[in-house]
């Protein structure tokens, strides 16, 4: 799904008068490829459609902003199923995991950075990336993997692409971390959360609302590589 769907949306709505059309925006317009598309489409995307389901005040910001009507939108906050605590296993390596689509806005190379001196502290800890390569940003997959390579980390992180069962990575990781330019609500952060994971996340968008800095998470205040790796390292030492 992509926020220009909305626009197909608003013209299946014009032909058939008798059925509910709702619209959708999950994520910041600032994080995606929103800002490449044309004009008109922009405008059709966010117009069409009578109603707009969104999942953070943030995104409501945004579209007010953008001239959308407060009564056209409509607040359906993320959700997730409580999951059971995973049995206590000792793993031979400790996993901090990221996941999200391989985007610039992503931020995947701040935590590659951090891991960097992390493991430099820990040894025996890994770093999973999952994500999958986006047709509007090609690059990013092979930039990730050069730096990957530039600092000599081919053993200790690894992008394991697209994952129909993110929560098999997830029951097995130590810290998960969401370095995000941009955000509405992540799933993946009330995902780690349900299984009782630490989380390390951007101070954007949405997370506010799900992360009370310090109590049931960390918020990250800069995009920062030193900043990051302090906290993981801090939390590796509990």
Avoid at 82 to 92: A, Y
Avoid at 122 to 149: A, C, M, S, T, W
Wanted: glycine share 8%; aromatic share 6%.
């Amino acid at each position: 799904w992509t926020v220009h769907d909305n626009a197909y949306a608003g013209v299946i709505g014009l032909f058939f008068k008798n059925m509910k059309v709702y619209g959708s925006v999950r994520g910041s317009l600032k994080g995606t490829g929103f800002t490449k598309m044309s004009k008109i489409l922009q405008l059709l995307s966010l117009r069409l459609v009578p109603k707009m389901t969104i999942n953070s005040f943030s995104i409501k910001k945004e579209l007010l902003d953008k001239g959308i009507k407060k009564d056209k939108i409509i607040m359906l906050k993320n959700c997730v199923a409580l999951q059971p605590k995973p049995p206590s296993i000792i793993h031979k390596d400790q996993i901090i995991c990221t996941i999200g689509n391989l985007r610039k806005n992503k931020n995947q190379s701040l935590f590659i950075h951090a891991m960097k001196r992390v493991i430099e502290h820990y040894p025996n800890v890994k770093g999973f990336i999952i994500g999958q390569r986006v047709k509007d940003e090609p690059d990013i997959e092979n930039k990730l993997n050069e730096l990957i390579k530039t600092l000599n980390m081919c053993d200790k992180i690894e992008l394991l692409g697209f994952q129909q069962n993110t929560m098999k990575f997830l029951k097995k990781s130590t810290i998960f971390v969401l370095p995000s330019f941009k955000e509405g609500t992540p799933n993946t952060i009330l995902e780690a959360m349900s299984l009782g994971i630490p989380v390390i996340a951007s101070n954007v968008g949405g997370i506010p609302q799900i992360i009370d800095n310090g109590v049931n998470g960390i918020l990250i205040q800069k995009f920062d590589s030193v900043e990051l790796s302090d906290i993981i390292i801090e939390l590796l030492g509990d």
